[in-house]
């Protein structure tokens, strides 16, 4: 009997625990949310943390974030793992980022030429200058981002992300927290994380969006009414500084700012199940440079944790982060183009910008060349984009809202100093949309040793025939050679070789111009130009009087060809230049008697490439010929000097002054290493060689051995007013040496 008994009692403890065992088997997982807060580049941090978190096997079941902490969360949602966040990342460059730094070879020819000589420009509306809503649109994070969740581009609600999100941001009219979790995932989480003065504000819905981080900058209560039961924090936010500390105004601003986020963080950090405070109290908000340091903070940050995670992973199990399928193919088809917000400027006008057809087969690289060609213009302060998938994988219709530029009006300066036309400084007025929805009107005003002016007005139509109108007027006096100006019988009866001479050309052009195989400018056009040279130096017969050797107005009809995908003007590392132009004189006032019709002809070709990652060369050949009259010397070539924006046909040439060599035809090579030493600090190493003189061509002269050499040591700074340089030049002809300086941006 108690034997019985025994076996009983324990057949009922067996079958009590069989049963608490399946009800313990039977009690819900807890689901996992995950907030990660704003903090600009201390938001590194949190990939760090994804790192350790997928390494355990954590499985997240929701994501909030703020500013920073709403990129990498958004990411992190669609698919991204820790370690693939990690990579990416790495290969962003931030100083392009910020700058919203656009590829030079982005910008119609116009625009560039117009844009590579201003160190400041302000817009201003009835006589008064204002001052940018920020430092970047933030056009090119918007691009990165929006590649990076293209394979998420058709989910409109953020809680069907392969991880539910949503995100903060913050109303700046009402300064209310905005709440977003659908639509375009990329717009929105560019709203949250748009940083006052660093990001201009984001429209999404008619309400204009900053920072979420203003007003919340860790929703762990919003991501707590999603019924999850266990809350990972990670938290970046800046702490209160001492008094040591608060060493600038900026700092000071950025402590008052911090007193509401810091003092909410008190009651938030305790709603955190697991909190994780990575110590980054060295880094600043904008140390993207520092990426590396943040992130491995995050990662020691996150193992400190390590027995909170183990406890969690026991209770739920270990669950290895899915790997979603990313877009990885090269080229895309766009099948429908749907564009809104455009008023002034046509559908036709921004998909020629975007150089883009409907059901056209093109790679990712070059609609991503199309959207930078597009905001190159100016004409749009942002360009908001969504790739929505179509039936097959790689097609997609684009749909589009853009917002146009209300301010029209700019105020440009430079400064500039070389050794032709000494020193100036640089005044501009920009008017768009003046007479036509598609126009800009430039004009610059140069005030120095010398006073100058230039006068564009183009009519912008893309792919079609554009109209322009440029005027310039330009002055310099310079010792140059007398064979520009006199035959050798007048030379050898006055006796000298150099003329001191004041130069003085006005020319106006009017042409037609079209973009040719999408990268070339072709132009064509008639110009009038007004040519006057007098001297001193040569006595007349009125001894008070100067000598007169040019004063002619010439009329002539030219082409011109240009392609130029030089990544910088003045430091190219890479791409290739050509310059083809020809010019037919018809026509000539009374001073030139004896004219009769001549062209000229000339082109220019480069080519620069990197062999290391701070060693750049470049190639250059370039040459011309005159046909026809070879009377009117002052049209002639004529070589020397250094610098950019020459008139007429100076040609530049190391190892000689300005205006030195001349001939009615020439050929020239140019050699240049360029090794950046440091950012922006750059020594040259220049050879160029060339022969000149009249017919060299018919001779065969052009193909021998050259006539002419030179070389130069030259070191350079890149700064915002354009490069500082100081290059110091020989003639092994000559056995002398000529330094040149220049400061600032050649106009």
Not at 146 to 165: C, G
Not at 172 to 192: C, F
Not at 246 to 263: C, D, H, M
């Amino acid at each position: 009997m108690k034997q019985k008994t025994i076996i009983l009692t324990f057949s009922l403890f067996v079958l009590l625990s069989v049963e608490a065992q399946e009800k313990q088997q039977e009690q819900p997982k807890p689901k996992v949310g995950l907030v990660l807060s704003g903090g600009g580049a201390k938001g590194l941090a949190h990939i760090g943390v994804l790192k350790v978190i997928d390494s355990l096997g954590v499985k997240i079941d929701y994501v909030a974030g703020t500013s920073m902490g709403a990129i990498i969360g958004a990411l992190y949602a669609s698919g991204y793992s820790g370690k693939e966040l990690d990579s990416v990342f790495r290969k962003i460059d931030f100083d392009k980022i910020i700058n919203d730094e656009l590829p030079r070879a982005s910008k119609a020819f116009f625009e560039r030429g117009n844009s590579e000589k201003y160190a400041l420009t302000l817009p201003f509306e009835d006589f008064k200058v204002k001052l940018p809503s920020a430092l970047s649109r933030g056009q090119n994070a918007y691009n990165a981002l929006s590649k990076l969740l293209l394979h998420v581009s058709d989910i409109e609600l953020f809680e069907n992300l392969p991880i539910p999100f949503f995100c903060i941001a913050t109303n700046i009219e009402t300064g209310e927290p905005v709440y977003l979790d659908r639509g375009n995932l990329a717009q929105a989480i560019m709203a949250s994380g748009a940083l006052p003065s660093l990001f201009q504000p984001v429209v999404i819905d008619d309400q204009v969006l900053t920072d979420g981080g203003v007003v919340n900058n860790y929703p762990v209560d919003e991501l707590r009414a999603k019924e999850v039961d266990v809350i990972i924090g990670v938290d970046v936010q800046d702490g209160l500084l001492t008094r040591e500390e608060l060493g600038s105004a900026p700092e000071v601003l950025l402590q008052i700012n911090n007193f509401r986020t810091i003092k909410a963080m008190a009651s938030k950090s305790k709603k955190t199940d697991i909190y994780i405070k990575p110590n980054i109290r060295d880094f600043s908000v904008v140390s993207f440079d520092e990426g590396d340091a943040i992130l491995k903070r995050g990662e020691n940050a996150a193992l400190e944790k390590i027995k909170d995670f183990e406890a969690l992973t026991k209770r739920m199990g270990r669950y290895p982060k899915i790997k979603t399928e990313k877009f990885k193919s090269d080229s895309i088809q766009i099948n429908q183009i749907n564009i809104k917000g455009n008023n002034r400027y046509t559908r036709a006008y921004i998909l020629g910008k975007l150089k883009l057809k409907d059901k056209e087969k093109i790679s990712y690289n070059a609609f991503q060349k199309g959207v930078d060609n597009l905001v190159a213009t100016n004409n749009f302060d942002s360009f908001y984009y969504e790739l929505e998938k179509d039936e097959l994988p790689d097609e997609f219709n684009l749909r589009a809202n853009v917002s146009e530029t209300k301010t029209t009006n700019f105020l440009k300066l430079g400064l500039h100093y070389d050794n032709l036309y000494k020193s100036a400084a640089l005044v501009n007025i920009t008017k768009k949309r003046f007479l036509f929805n598609n126009d800009v009107t430039s004009l610059d005003i140069i005030l120095g040793d010398h006073v100058r002016y230039n006068f564009e007005y183009l009519i912008d139509k893309g792919f079609y025939w554009s109209i322009g109108l440029r005027s310039r007027f330009n002055a310099f006096n310079k010792n140059i050679s007398a064979q520009l100006l006199l035959d050798e019988g007048e030379i050898a009866a006055n006796g000298i070789n150099k003329i001191d001479v004041e130069l003085e050309d006005q020319t106006n052009q009017f042409y037609l111009q079209t973009l040719f195989r999408k990268d070339f400018a072709l132009s064509l056009g008639v110009e009038h130009k007004r040519l006057e040279v007098k001297s001193e130096t040569i006595s007349s017969s009125n001894p008070n009087d100067e000598f007169i050797f040019e004063n002619t107005d010439y009329f002539s009809v030219f082409g011109n060809l240009k392609l130029d995908t030089y990544d910088n003007r003045y430091f190219p590392t890479r791409g290739v230049y050509f310059n083809g132009d020809v010019h037919l004189y018809l026509f000539a006032s009374h001073f030139n008697e004896g004219f009769d019709n001549f062209s000229v002809a000339k082109a220019n070709m480069g080519y620069a490439f990197s062999v290391l990652d701070r060693v750049a060369f470049n190639l250059d050949v370039s040459g011309g010929f005159k046909l026809g009259d070879k009377s009117t010397q002052t049209l002639d070539f004529a070589l020397g000097g250094y610098g950019n924006n020459l008139i007429n046909n100076f040609i530049p040439f190391l190892g000689y002054d300005f205006i030195s060599l001349t001939g009615n035809s020439y050929v020239k090579l140019m050699a240049k290493a360029d090794y950046e030493v440091i950012k922006n600090h750059h020594i040259t190493l220049e050879g160029n060689w060339a022969n000149i003189d009249d017919d060299i061509f018919e001779t065969g002269e052009w193909f021998t051995l050259p006539d002419y050499r030179g070389y130069a040591l030259g070191y350079a700074i890149n700064t915002f007013i354009g490069p500082i340089e100081a290059k110091y030049s020989y003639s092994p002809e000559l056995k002398q040496s000529i330094w040149f300086f220049n400061v600032g941006f050649w106009f």
